[in-house]
């Protein structure tokens, strides 16, 4: 029954293939959750176990650890999953999350909360609601800052415009023209965050939403290059505004067979990105995977499942010269 849910949430287009993709995604949160997510080294000196980061750096003046947690792909389960014997029972929910959120930030000095879209669709709450619930816990939760899936538009422009006064945070997209539409001059392109005299910028991705989405429903929203504008916004970030790190919140999906624009193809076609936490595809990471960009900069890409199953979690550390971060990562599982 779960599972049949889960295909009915993927919108338009999701084949077989995907249906088997989200078996391959449910054995490996099973995995995960048997691992206790013990870390990997993953053989890389980017990785480090949060025991073995020397103290002497953290003491060291202009040093900052940023602990950048994240969601996508929540599709409005305010509830765990019901305890019926399946996968997910009793996982997830609204409530634990902003529980780990909470225990996070009592821990940690300088914390960023994102989600990469895909927040409304699949309970009845959101069909009751409008999504008016999902938004409200999102701002009560602290978020500092989200992209648009396509599952957003579910209830049109008007819809989405309906509720973004139950946000206290920005919705992110560069790459949709929104001017024609009721919701323009309300989406940024992009924010900075000021941490400990360290800059991050922050900006978003949307998907193509003609043939995902009821053109209905995107009514005159321009889909813009994705590459073009992530290079543009990314490169004003590093220049312009000054940033020592560029996060891009996407919702182009982690990879394709057919070579549809995916999150892989963004990291290996741009420059100026540190940092791509994604969403769409539902995948299931333990920690990030490493690209090489466009100059063969390492771009790292996490996402964190679906459904609020998964809390992404990156510390990064940033060390007096501003150019080299060391990061711990280890995706949480909201249990
Ligand atoms: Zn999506």
Not at 30 to 35: C, E, V
Not at 85 to 100: E, W
Not at 118 to 134: H, M, S, V
């Given at each position: 029954?779960?599972?049949?849910?889960?295909?009915?949430?993927?919108?338009?287009?999701?084949?077989?293939?995907?249906?088997?993709?989200?078996?391959?995604?449910?054995?490996?949160?099973?995995?995960?959750?048997?691992?206790?997510?013990?870390?990997?080294?993953?053989?890389?000196?980017?990785?480090?176990?949060?025991?073995?980061?020397?103290?002497?750096?953290?003491?060291?003046?202009?040093?900052?650890?940023?602990?950048?947690?994240h969601?996508n792909?929540?599709?409005?389960?305010?509830?765990?999953?019901?305890?019926?014997?399946?996968?997910?029972?009793?996982?997830?929910?609204?409530?634990?999350?902003?529980?780990?959120?909470?225990?996070?930030?009592?821990?940690?000095?300088?914390?960023?909360?994102f989600d990469c879209g895909?927040?409304?669709?699949?309970?009845?709450?959101?069909?009751?609601?409008?999504?008016?619930?999902?938004?409200?816990?999102?701002?009560?939760?602290?978020?500092?800052?989200?992209t648009?899936g396509?599952?957003?538009?579910?209830?049109?422009?008007?819809?989405?415009?309906?509720?973004?006064?139950?946000?206290?945070?920005?919705?992110?997209?560069?790459?949709?023209?929104?001017?024609?539409?009721?919701?323009?001059?309300?989406?940024?392109?992009?924010?900075?965050?000021?941490?400990?005299?360290?800059?991050?910028?922050?900006?978003?991705?949307?998907?193509?939403?003609?043939?995902?989405?009821?053109?209905?429903?995107?009514?005159?929203?321009?889909?813009?290059?994705?590459?073009?504008?992530?290079?543009?916004?990314?490169?004003?970030?590093?220049?312009?505004?000054?940033?020592?790190?560029?996060?891009?919140l996407s919702h182009?999906?982690?990879?394709?067979?057919?070579?549809?624009?995916?999150?892989?193809?963004?990291?290996?076609?741009?420059?100026?990105?540190?940092?791509?936490l994604g969403g769409?595809?539902?995948?299931?990471?333990?920690?990030?995977?490493?690209?090489?960009?466009?100059?063969?900069?390492?771009?790292?890409?996490?996402?964190?499942?679906?459904?609020?199953?998964?809390?992404?979690?990156?510390?990064?550390?940033?060390?007096?010269?501003?150019?080299?971060?060391?990061?711990?990562?280890?995706?949480?599982?909201?249990?």
């Amino acid at each position: 029954m779960v599972r049949n849910h889960l295909s009915s949430l993927c919108g338009n287009g999701f084949s077989d293939q995907h249906a088997k993709n989200m078996r391959t995604n449910q054995q490996q949160l099973t995995t995960m959750k048997r691992r206790s997510f013990l870390k990997k080294a993953a053989g890389s000196t980017l990785f480090l176990s949060s025991g073995s980061f020397p103290l002497e750096v953290l003491a060291a003046p202009e040093t900052m650890k940023l602990t950048i947690l994240h969601t996508n792909d929540v599709h409005s389960r305010i509830e765990p999953f019901p305890m019926d014997g399946s996968d997910y029972a009793g996982m997830g929910g609204a409530a634990k999350r902003a529980g780990l959120i909470k225990k996070i930030r009592a821990t940690e000095k300088n914390v960023l909360l994102f989600d990469c879209g895909d927040i409304f669709q699949g309970t009845p709450y959101f069909n009751k609601f409008g999504g008016e619930l999902e938004f409200k816990l999102m701002s009560k939760m602290g978020y500092d800052a989200s992209t648009l899936g396509n599952h957003d538009f579910d209830a049109g422009l008007d819809g989405l415009n309906k509720q973004l006064p139950h946000t206290n945070f920005p919705f992110l997209v560069s790459n949709y023209d929104f001017s024609d539409t009721p919701v323009a001059g309300k989406i940024e392109d992009y924010r900075v965050f000021e941490k400990e005299g360290f800059r991050i910028g922050v900006f978003g991705l949307g998907i193509e939403l003609e043939g995902l989405v009821p053109p209905v429903l995107f009514g005159e929203t321009r889909h813009l290059d994705p590459i073009k504008q992530a290079n543009k916004t990314a490169a004003i970030l590093r220049g312009e505004e000054g940033c020592d790190y560029v996060i891009c919140l996407s919702h182009l999906g982690y990879t394709y067979k057919n070579g549809k624009i995916c999150d892989i193809t963004l990291a290996k076609q741009t420059n100026n990105i540190d940092l791509i936490l994604g969403g769409h595809t539902h995948t299931f990471m333990e920690q990030p995977d490493q690209v090489a960009n466009k100059s063969g900069k390492m771009v790292l890409i996490n996402q964190a499942g679906w459904a609020g199953l998964l809390l992404g979690r990156l510390d990064v550390f940033f060390e007096h010269n501003r150019k080299s971060k060391c990061i711990t990562c280890k995706n949480q599982v909201i249990n």
